[in-house]
């Protein structure tokens, strides 16, 4: 089904390792997000793209780094992993704004140890 | 800045009642979209609405039924004859009608956490 493939769905990481989230949308959407969910919070913006090549700081961006080489890809890094980045990770993509909606990934659950 | 609050934590409820659950939004823009999501304990996130600021009329599907009065900047859910496969958390969340810098994103309220009882 088309839609917005997070892999992997689960990962345990070291204090220190780094790893890369991947996040991969089939829809044609120019704009891409990535938010991180922390138990009993909503979700907060990490970083958002609004096209290939064009990437910038949503509300909690430190610790992380994006790139957009393609319309379809925006993968999430972690350099060095810290145990504060435990969350569940979402990517979405939408069209422009809300006028279309919103598409979510199913997730991925990160804890470092 | 945008802002949404959903001030109810955890909600209990015994099943067949009724129950609301709350949202209040702060926005400068004049056109937005408010939002409905529910994660189930699977942990994915279901949309349920969408609703943009020009449209004040209230809409029902099935047992789910929604409250946008933009007088009082809240969009709240009601659910009626509550199901235990309702028990999820519900985020009520906003996003601006305009690419303009940190508007078009979502943002979240932090959730409410409805538990139904058989």
């Known amino acids: 089904n088309a839609g917005v493939t997070q892999t992997p769905k689960f990962r345990i990481l070291k204090i220190g390792q780094s790893m890369t989230l991947q996040c991969a949308q089939d829809?044609?959407?120019?704009?891409m997000y990535w938010y991180r969910q922390d138990p009993g919070m909503g979700l907060k913006l990490i970083y958002y793209?609004?096209?290939?090549?064009?990437?910038d700081k949503g509300e909690v961006p430190n610790g992380y780094n994006v790139s957009r080489s393609t319309t379809e890809d925006f993968p999430l890094r972690l350099e060095l992993a810290a145990p504060s980045q435990t969350s569940v990770y979402f990517c979405?993509?939408?069209?422009?704004?809300?006028?279309?909606?919103?598409?979510f990934g199913s997730g991925t659950r990160l804890t470092v140890v | 800045a945008q802002k949404v609050t959903q001030a109810q934590t955890e909600i209990s409820v015994v099943e067949k009642e009724d129950v609301t659950l709350d949202c209040v939004y702060e926005t400068r823009d004049t056109t937005y979209y408010l939002f409905w999501y529910k994660q189930p304990p699977s942990g994915e996130l279901v949309f349920l609405i969408r609703?943009?600021?020009?449209?004040?009329q209230n809409e029902i599907s099935g047992r789910y039924s929604w409250n946008f009065q933009k007088s009082t900047s809240s969009f709240n859910f009601t659910i009626t004859a509550s199901q235990v496969v309702d028990s999820a958390v519900y985020f009520c969340a906003l996003s601006g009608a305009y690419s303009g810098a940190g508007s078009y994103q979502l943002t979240f309220g932090k959730g409410t956490k409805l538990s139904v009882i058989p």
């Open positions: 829809m044609n959407h120019n704009y």
């Open positions: 609703r943009n600021s020009f449209d004040e």
């Open positions: 979405a993509s939408s069209y422009a704004t809300g006028i279309h909606g919103y598409t």
């Open positions: 793209s609004v096209g290939a090549g064009i990437t």
